[in-house]
């Protein structure tokens, strides 16, 4: 049961940290489907951190770094060239699933994976046994993070000066600017929170126990991500649990697969996709019948 | 004029994203003229290099040009990709199952590639119609769905049990009933694709339901004032869509694939979506920019051979367009402009559209 626990728990904690991120943008009205590209961007730049560096600090850092300024990139081109903020994260998705493949083989030549030297510290060693955190043996300190972050992101939205301004620029711009905000500022503040939480999501994906970044590591993770945010129904407990649900989707699937019951894990991966139109559909719904909109969708109004 | 200039822009969007491109591989240290050298050998000199070039432009314009038609009536169906996975699933169960002679099973084949792709692209339309549910979202899920249910089918109930193939695929194909050998271009693949341009050419030029459509994506509340049926339209816009990306499909399963393996075209699902947005949703344009993307998707395998940049390279150009091709440069401005009245908005819609 532990054992099937920390499976799940594994799968969920780099998905969260990317769907936090992508919560924040959504609150803004950014509905940032660059995330797989963002977090392959991060994951990568960790792992090639770590090797030129030999310090897992710097790596996380440089991970953040970079992957704040590729998000920068991504909000210029919404906000001040006015792009379609759908195509273009689509587009940075492909961009930074390829560029990272590239660079791995500009940088390691033919290789396929990259080896990180370092991996990030565990509180408790694998394997410990402390009652109920040795659930928690062997994951990194970025795992036991996680509540602390969950709980920062909602006072930050619901309980905040800052969160106010942030969900009335996501759910009508025209009146935030009215009051003296400005929407395109408050997106990029947005953007840039986004970037660092996904970059260590990204780092945790490649530091934490594989401590190596190969092509097509992040596996749909980014979209993922996105999904949970949509099936949280855009709230951080909601998001909380989207992920915690599909974590132990996932290691269901892993389960049946030891076990090696009849069932297809397609049907099990599929999941997470189908509860998305599931969650959409009965979201959309709920505005029409109350004739308001629950979802304010991604063009940006202003 | 307002066209030239629209064509300009996404020339140069397209040129932006070379350059870009070339950018990145300089500091990487390769050699840009030998990459390009390269990328034109491998889309239109080298020996066979045309051929393959037509063989990747074949899938992207039949798809790209069901793209067109429910972006042109302002519906962003991104679920190419999906509808493809079914049209060739839905093909392939045909194609495998039926027992007659081969063009008969051909036919069938193609028509039940058809089916499935429009019927997976009529799930969002209903979804649409009846509870709002916004398409984007829908045919984005939905094409993640078809490529775990292709990677189920393939590896499962039709899964070929003699080969000893790493990637999961099907039972060939009886070669009566394929389209073209595994090269990929046929006279009958060329008739198909001809025919597939002329319907939705003359659809949306002069046909009642056409022009309807063309009028739905500028504004939707005078097409109701001319009594036309939104819903009727929603359902004909995503039919035709989910019907050409099947027929696109039908066409790789029954053309060069051969078979049903999963993951089989990772890219053109999503391209096709590039080749209507850079073909600036006009027929002719989605030729042109089909050739342009078949030829870089050509390059692609041929590239590797004859330069050291890896064939990621090319994809990352592709990355880049999409990531350009809807930026206007026009309002750069970071001041506070006062919003535009809906009036003027229109206009400016109706301009991009001319």
Known sequence: ?302 | MRELSAIGRSALMVLLAFVIGSAIFVLSGYDVVAVWSGTFQGAIAAPGAFQNTIRWTIPLIVAGLGVLVSFRAGFFNVGAQGQIYIGALCSALVGLSVDAPGPVVSILSVLAGMIGGALWALIAAVLKVVFGTDEVLSTLMLNFIAVLLVQYVAGGPLRDRTGSSAVASSTAIAPEARLSNGLGTSPTLLVITAVVIIIVWAWLSSTRSGLATDLLGRNPMIVRWQGASYNRLAFSCFGAAGAAAGLAGAMDLLGPAGRLVAGFSPEIGFTAVLVALVGLLQVPGVIAAGLLFGGLQAALQYLPAVSNIPRSALDLIQGLIAVLITLQFRKMSLRKRPKASPAKQQKVSEKAHV
């Open chain 1, 1 to 302: 049961m532990y054992e099937f626990l920390a499976t799940a728990i594994r799968d969920a904690a780099p998905l969260l940290w990317v769907a936090l991120g992508g919560l924040i943008a959504f609150r803004v009205g950014v509905f940032n489907l660059g995330l797989e590209g963002l977090m392959a961007i991060a994951a990568f730049t960790a792992v090639a951190a770590a090797k030129a560096t030999g310090n897992v600090f710097l790596a996380v850092l440089l991970a953040i770094v970079v992957t704040v300024l590729v998000s920068i990139i991504y909000w210029a081109c919404i906000t001040i060239f006015k792009g379609d903020v759908i195509i273009v994260g689509i587009g940075l998705s492909t961009v930074g699933l390829t560029a990272t493949v590239f660079m791995l083989s500009v940088l390691y030549g033919s290789q396929a994976t990259a080896v990180s030297p370092v991996t990030l510290p565990d509180p408790l060693p694998d394997g410990a046994d402390v009652g109920v955190f040795s659930i928690l043996s062997g994951m990194s300190v970025l795992v036991w993070l996680l509540p602390l972050v969950a709980v920062g992101a909602w006072m930050l939205l619901r309980r905040s000066r800052a969160g106010l301004v942030m969900n009335a620029v996501g759910e009508f711009p025209f009146a935030a600017r009215s009051a003296g905000q400005s929407p395109t500022l408050v997106r990029l503040w947005a953007l840039i929170a986004c970037g660092a939480l996904v970059a260590i999501g990204g780092a945790q994906l490649s530091l934490d126990g594989l401590n190596s970044f190969s092509q097509d590591m992040t596996a749909g993770r980014g979209f993922l991500a996105f999904s949970a945010i949509i099936f949280g129904g855009g709230t951080v407990w909601g998001v909380v649990g989207a992920c915690m649900f599909f974590g132990l989707a996932n290691a269901l699937g892993i389960l049946a697969q030891i076990q090696g019951w009849n069932l297809p894990t397609e049907f099990l991966l599929a999941l997470p996709y189908v509860l998305t139109i599931i969650a959409v559909t009965a979201a959309a719904y709920v505005a029409k019948k109350t004739n308001g909109s629950l979802v304010s969708f991604a063009e940006l109004k202003d």
